[in-house]
């Protein structure tokens, strides 16, 4: 998904988007989950550029018209964003399968609220507040220089100023590839 006003942040950003301009094309709006942006080549030249899956393609068409969808290539598309709402789900990290004590890279996962997420921070016991870094897509990174101790706490920071607090949610002993779920969210 490429859209300008989206590009610099990362959190939740559901939209729902409808086809039109194709007979296939039901008109009912489909919900869809953007996982990484599209930063040039063939999304470059439009101000917003939707790549969806073929589950999305055939669920905006009309009944029995679904892999005319699938198979239009190139549609133009209708789209509002929707809240994310997880319905009392709290906020997750996901651990990055190649984390070591010198590297930390978490997914941000449940995330309602605000949306945009700004920045990540870091932070060793009753250490300073340190920034992570933008990896790919929704993926944040921390390199240490030194061994991370946990537990680790993480602060949320979304565009619009508010800040959330998961204390110690990385536990002593934190594995790669490892889920870990907070007891907050927006």
């Given at each position: ?17 409808k086809?039109?301009?194709n007979?296939?094309?039901?008109g009912?709006p489909?919900?869809v ?12 030249s439009n ?5 969806l ?5 055939g669920a905006?068409?009309?009944s ?11 549609l133009?598309?209708?789209h509002?964003r ?5 319905g009392?789900?709290d906020?997750?990290?996901r ?16 995330e ?12 060793q016991?009753n250490?300073d ?8 897509g ?17 602060r ?5 100023g ?6 110690d ?13 907070s007891?907050?969210?927006?």
């Amino acid at each position: 998904m490429r859209t300008l006003s989206y590009i610099n942040s990362w959190g939740c950003y559901k939209f729902q988007v409808k086809c039109t301009g194709n007979a296939a094309c039901s008109g009912n709006p489909v919900t869809v989950v953007m996982t990484d942006n599209c930063p040039g080549g063939p999304c470059a030249s439009n101000a917003v550029h939707f790549d969806l899956s073929g589950h999305a393609f055939g669920a905006m068409a009309n009944s029995g018209k679904e892999s005319v969808l699938r198979n239009a290539g190139v549609l133009q598309v209708q789209h509002r964003r929707v809240p994310c709402v997880y319905g009392g789900v709290d906020v997750a990290f996901r651990v990055d399968t190649g984390s070591n004590p010198y590297y930390f890279a978490v997914v941000v996962e449940y995330e309602a609220g605000p949306g945009a997420l700004s920045a990540l921070e870091l932070k060793q016991g009753n250490s300073d507040w340190l920034p992570m870094q933008e990896s790919w897509g929704a993926d944040w990174k921390f390199n240490s220089g030194s061994q991370l101790q946990g537990p680790l706490s993480i602060r949320l920071i979304a565009d619009s100023g508010q800040t959330l607090v998961a204390n110690d949610v990385i536990p002593v002993g934190w594995q790669p590839g490892q889920t870990y779920r907070s007891v907050v969210n927006f």
